[in-house]
Each structure stands twice: as C-alpha cells, then as structure tokens.
Nanobody, 125 residues
Framework: QLQLVESGGGSVQPGGSLRLSCASS????????VGWFRQAPGKEREGVLC????????YYTDSVKGRFTISRDNAKNTVYLQMNNLKPEDTAVYYC??????????????????WGQGTQVTVSS
C-alpha cells in the first residue's frame, strides 16, 4: 500500500520552531516531487512549499518565505519542512503530497496524487 505519513506537529509559542516529516511507505521518493500544504479552520487548503525530485524548491505562498524551508533525504524516503519563527496565522493542519513529476519544476496542487492524513500545528501563546 502506497502511503505518506506526516509527523512532527504540535503546539508551539509564537517565534518557535517545528520540523515536520513526510515519510513514504510502499514507494521511494527519489523521482517524486513532494509538496507541503496546509488548511486552517474555515479556510481553503493552501500550498506552502515544494521540492522537486532534483531539489528545485518552489514557494506556493510568500507568507512563509524566510521562515520555512524544505529538504529531502532520499535514503530515508522522507521530506522535511522546517518551520521557524512561527506565527499564529501558521496554525493549520499540514499535509504532504507527492507525485512522480518533472525533475525541474513543481506541480500545481491538483497534479498531486498521493496525500498524507495531516498533522496539526498550533501556534499560540
């Protein structure tokens, strides 16, 4: 069974950091673009950041530039989202998604075909 599993969510104070992990099972991520998305209560899902199979990074939203970074460890079949200087508006359920795709660019959100179940991130004082 092909799966993506997110972990690393939790509660943190404003200004804090978290690192989310997205691990695949049943397939390797070597040839896959992996993206992170989030959905806050009452809001539509929003793309955050993507990494292509050749490590091209694309921000889907400017609101996290300078604070969030993405990386991958193919040996561990895992992609990470490092989130620094977290703000209350970053509170959401964070999802990772993957698709076998062009090596040199990231997909649009509708092009992803594997999705994880999500992990909650809460930023509050």
């Amino acid at each position: 069974q092909l799966q993506l599993v997110e972990s690393g969510g939790g509660s943190v104070q404003p200004g804090g950091s978290l690192r989310l992990s997205c691990a695949s099972s049943g397939f390797t991520l070597d040839y896959y673009a992996v993206g992170w998305f989030r959905q806050a209560p009452g809001k539509e899902r929003e793309g955050v950041l993507c990494i292509s199979s050749s490590d091209v990074r694309t921000y889907y939203t400017d609101s996290v530039k300078g604070r969030f970074t993405i990386s991958r460890d193919n040996a561990k079949n895992t992609v990470y989202l490092q989130m620094n200087n977290l703000k209350p508006e970053d509170t959401a359920v964070y999802y990772c998604a993957a698709v076998r795709f062009s090596r040199f660019r990231c997909p649009e959100d509708y092009e992803y075909n594997y999705w994880g179940q999500g992990t909650q991130v809460t930023v509050s004082s």
